[in-house]
């Protein structure tokens, strides 16, 4: 069983000239229907109200085989505007609720079994939850792979500072870490986003990945650095993008049988021809991604199809 913890919410995207329209997303969310789509039993511990919002991110979740284990509650449903530019790319504002009260106290049962957790984005640094998902991480950490991506959101976390502080705390736990040359600019302004992700490294991954949109990936890890060409592609949009990859990158590493915390080693001791292929495959579905509208990650037939061409 694989566990992703975090936000899940409403994108009401915005395009040039149109209504909104609502879409189910959340960067951990989108990450655990990735998975899912890539034949990964996978469960999810985020809130949403009971609500006609909660109710799509139910059904949506549901829809594509994700267990959910935690219950729905009274709080409306988290919502994120994005407004797309003429070119697809994506800008957010956000209402947002973030807790999941007791949490804790049910861990041991939660995560039995679970041989990776992954978390992030604002589930990681919004108070009062970043409290409890640090608190899973640990929980996991004897017996599982730890992942996580940051997905900044200088919008909701304003202290950049205090961003930075608990970014850094995650990726001292984790043991695979994604971050976008985006997040890394916006963490560590004037530094070369290679080099906060070498720091990274030092801090005890096993593997730390940089996404650069079309630059293509970039990855450092105990063999040294790797990167690969993105796909051409046609872009709907870039909306999820960075999620599918990132689910893509776990994906390749269970497939691997990496996972788990009695294969760490294992997985410090990637060879870079392991990592480039692992790049290649992330790569390849978050562009399947992003031809299509919304965050609509591949399945697994899609991305066999896709890499044999």
């Known amino acids: 069983m694989l566990t992703v913890i975090g936000e899940a919410l409403i994108d009401e995207v915005l395009r040039p000239g149109a209504e909104a329209t609502p879409h189910v997303g959340g960067s951990p969310m989108n990450v655990a229907v990735g998975l899912a789509r890539l034949d990964h039993p996978v469960q999810f511990l985020g809130r949403y109200g009971q609500d006609a919002y909660g109710a799509m991110i139910s059904e949506h979740l549901q829809r594509n085989s994700v267990l959910l284990p935690w219950p729905s509650d009274e709080s409306p449903t988290s919502v994120a505007r994005a407004v797309l530019d003429h070119d697809g790319a994506a800008s957010y504002d956000f209402k947002l609720t973030w807790e999941l009260p007791g949490l804790a106290k049910k861990l041991d049962f939660l995560l039995q079994g679970s041989t990776l957790l992954h978390t992030g984005s604002i589930a990681s640094m919004l108070a009062p939850g970043a409290a409890e998902v640090k608190q899973a991480v640990l929980a996991a950490r004897g017996h599982a792979t730890i992942s996580y991506d940051p997905n900044y959101r200088p919008s909701i976390i304003t202290d950049s500072d205090y961003a930075r502080a608990q970014a850094e705390e995650f990726v001292r736990l984790a043991d695979v870490v994604k971050a976008s040359d985006e997040d890394l600019e916006m963490l560590y302004p004037g530094t070369d986003p290679l080099d906060a992700a070498r720091q990274w490294l030092g801090l005890g991954p096993a593997l730390v990945v940089v996404t650069r949109g079309s630059s293509g990936p970039w990855a450092v890890a105990a063999c040294g650095e790797v ?51 692992i790049l290649h495959f992330a790569a390849t579905a978050a562009a399947i991604t992003v031809s299509r509208p919304g965050a609509d990650p591949p399945n697994k037939n899609e991305l066999r199809e896709a890499l044999n061409h």
Do not use: H, N, Y
């Open 227 to 277: 990167s690969v060409a993105a796909p051409k592609i046609r872009v709907a949009d870039t909306v999820g993008a960075g999620d599918s990859f990132m689910s893509a990158l776990l994906s390749a590493i269970v497939d691997r049988e990496l996972d788990g915390a009695q294969r760490r080693e294992q997985l410090q001791a990637l060879s870079r021809e392991q990592l480039q292929d």
